[in-house]
């Protein structure tokens, strides 16, 4: 369950400054004090360590910003360094084996850095810059992001090739990603090594507030290790929920299907709210010993990350937001199941608690606000179908209330939610939830919950009792 997001510098040859002015530092127009093994900065994003469940960085991120210099501390860059990259953006191109448009790449035309030669020190990579800036990328093929885009093109007019200087003992890079266009791009304080954020992260994200994920990472790469590949390992500003579905009902198959409104009194299905978001609603809830009532939870906004210690940045945040909104998950994957000798293809849950069917939605909350009572009902509907006649039995919106406890939220963990939907005796439950011969069927519980830090992969554990909801 862990994700490691490395980003590397392919080493290379050295280049003495040739002009004051940012543009030409490093321009291959300017090759005095070059060494004859002389090859551009490149940037290679690798990942490792990833689970099924989880997804690589280009299908979440396909850019990044870097801020790049050159000086003699060992600490990081300081005021009076020279300039090599502010605040290039670095895009993905994507692979010869891969659509672009499912990834929303850059198109790589004429980047010297673009090419298959993943963990060379070559240069070359799926990640480049030059040509990417605002004035340069004209990009009109509708395969690839299109330069009319102009939430995705770089704060620079122009991005030029860049190379190791080796007239310079040290080289610095300070990365985010996404990069992010426009006045709330983070700035970079070299005096302070502080990087932050000029807005809150919420702002252009979709109707939660939290589909975009943060992340940061430096390197201090010292002149005897220019030529050679450098690793910088991103940090997730974020955290990270998913959630997964098992059942053990005997003799059924369990599939998922969308919330709905239900008129309890009438017992009738009156509107779907939901359809055009999701399959799954996840509420934002507080219980005050009787019942519960719709909640606000706080988390942490406009960070700003300090690098004084390059081995452990830290983060500080300028401020704390509100939010009320649902979070709205789409379901599991279709797959096929033969039901009294008929093929159905739905979106089954999995009968393995081991291996849950997990949604193909993920949210990336930013960490909790201080101390706060608000939990999540999780809401949930779906179809019974017996094995051996196919007879059916719906469930609409069953619902299990996620302790607050679970939902304090840290940066850079993946929070796994597990659910299972099961039958069992009666225990004072819902008087109108469907039987199994004498089963009452309890809808759903969350059955347990795994934090993963994703940098070590150490993994917490734990198991929850029956939390079910009575709508």
């Not at 960085?57 to 060992?74: D, H, I, M, P, R």
């Not at 895009?91 to 891969?98: F, M």
């Amino acid at each position: 369950m862990k994700k490691t997001l490395y980003l590397l510098l392919p080493g290379l040859a050295m280049m003495a400054l040739a002009s004051c002015s940012n543009d030409d530092l490093d321009s291959p127009d300017s090759p005095q004090g070059q060494s004859s093994s002389e090859k551009p900065i490149g940037f290679e994003y690798k990942g490792s360590n990833l689970s099924r469940a989880d997804e690589a960085l280009q299908t979440e991120a396909v850019n990044f910003g870097v801020y790049a210099y050159k000086g003699t501390a060992s600490t990081g860059a300081s005021s009076g360094d020279q300039t090599v990259m502010d605040n290039y953006l670095v895009g993905y191109g994507g692979t010869a084996t891969q659509a672009l448009g499912t990834v929303a790449g850059y198109n790589p035309a004429g980047a010297t850095t673009y090419g298959d030669a993943s963990g060379s020190t070559d240069g070359q990579s799926y990640w480049f810059y030059e040509n990417l800036g605002s004035s340069q990328y004209t990009n009109t093929d509708s395969q690839y992001i299109l330069a009319s885009n102009t939430a995705m093109m770089s704060n620079n007019t122009d991005q030029y090739l860049k190379y190791w200087d080796d007239n310079y003992a040290y080289s610095y890079f300070y990365a985010y990603a996404p990069y992010i266009n426009g006045s709330g791009t983070p700035t970079f304080d070299t005096a302070t090594k502080k990087l932050t954020y000029g807005e809150d992260l919420t702002i252009g994200t979709n109707r939660d507030g939290y589909s975009q994920q943060y992340m940061y990472a430096s390197a201090i790469v010292p002149s005897s290790k220019y030529g050679s590949d450098v690793a910088l390992q991103f940090t997730r500003l974020n955290a990270k929920v998913q959630i997964g579905f098992y059942e053990t009902i005997p003799g059924y198959k369990v599939y998922l299907t969308p919330v709905v409104t239900w008129d309890r009194v009438n017992k009738k299905i009156t509107t779907d709210p939901y359809s055009t978001f999701g399959d799954i609603v996840a509420t934002p809830a507080i219980w005050d010993g009787n019942s519960y009532d719709k909640d606000t939870y706080v988390y942490q906004d406009t960070p700003t990350v300090d690098f004084t210690d390059p081995s452990a940045p830290t983060v500080t945040w300028a401020s704390q937001s509100l939010n009320n909104n649902e979070w709205i998950f789409n379901n599991v994957p279709t797959s096929s199941q033969t039901i009294n000798g008929t093929a159905m293809t739905e979106p089954w849950v999995s009968e393995d608690s081991a291996d849950p069917s997990y949604s193909t939605t993920y949210y990336y909350p930013l960490p909790s606000g201080g101390v706060t009572n608000c939990g999540f009902i999780y809401y949930v509907s779906f179809m019974l179908v017996a094995e051996d006649t196919g007879e059916t039995i719906q469930v609409y919106n069953a619902g299990v209330y996620v302790e607050p406890s679970y939902s304090q939220w840290e940066s850079n963990k993946l929070y796994t939610y597990i659910f299972k939907i099961t039958a069992a005796a009666p225990a004072g439950g819902d008087p109108d939830a469907p039987t199994i011969g004498t089963d009452v069927l309890k809808a759903i519980v969350f059955d347990n919950c795994t934090i993963t830090d994703f940098t070590t992969g150490e993994t917490e554990e734990f198991s929850i009792g029956d939390t079910t909801v009575t709508n």
